[in-house]
C-alpha cells in the first residue's frame, strides 16, 4: 500500500534557500488536498529577561517582540503559492515557535505534537570545514525524526 501524506511540515529560516522548500510541501498534497504547516523557529535563548531588559523610550520588549513575530506570520504566509490560494484544496497553518534549545529536536517535536506525515526541509549542502563549523540541522533531523523526511538539496 503507498502511503498517503495529508499532513506535512515544512520547515524555513526564511532563507531564500530556505524557503525553496515550501513548493515541494505544497507538491505532495496538491493534488488530493491535505494540510501544509509553514514552520519557522526563533531563538530566543540569547534574549533579553523582559524583567531585567532597557527597552526602547516609548516601546516595551513585549511589543517588539509581538511585531518580530507578526512580521515572520507575514513573511510564512506570503510564501504560500498562488495556485494553492486560489484551487483550496490545500490548508494552511503558520507556526512560529520560540525555542531555547536545538533546533532538530523543536522540529522532530512539532511533527510528532502535530502527528504529521512527512517532514520537508531544506540543506545547505555544506560540505568539508563549512559543515564541521556549522552543523548540519537536517542532518541531526534524519537521525532523530520518526516519520519521513524530504530533503530539498540546494541549487547553488
Known amino acids: 500500500m503507498l502511503p498517503k501524506y495529508q ?60 511585531e518580530i513575530r507578526e512580521d515572520l506570520f507575514s513573511s510564512l504566509e506570503a510564501l504560500v503559492p498562488e495556485e494553492v490560494r486560489t484551487a483550496g484544496k490545500v490548508k494552511t497553518e503558520v507556526r512560529v515557535l520560540e525555542i531555547s534549545g536545538s533546533v532538530h529536536d523543536a522540529i522532530c517535536a512539532e511533527a510528532a505534537a502535530k502527528n504529521v506525515d512527512l517532514i520537508v526541509i531544506a540543506s545547505h549542502g555544506y560540505s568539508g570545514m563549512k559543515h564541521l563549523l556549522l552543523g548540519s540541522v537536517v542532518e541531526h533531523v534524519l537521525r532523530a525524526a520518526d516519520r519521513p523526511v524530504l530533503v530539498v538539496r540546494s541549487r547553488k
Open 7 to 66: 499532513k506535512v511540515l515544512v520547515t524555513t529560516d526564511l532563507s531564500p534557500l530556505g524557503n525553496a522548500a515550501v513548493p515541494y510541501a505544497y507538491a505532495v498534497v496538491a493534488e488530493k488536498g491535505g494540510t501544509v504547516i509553514l514552520w519557522c523557529a526563533v531563538d530566543v535563548s540569547g534574549m533579553p529577561d523582559p524583567l531585567y531588559a532597557q527597552p526602547t523610550p516609548g516601546e516595551t520588549l513585549a511589543q517588539e517582540r509581538a
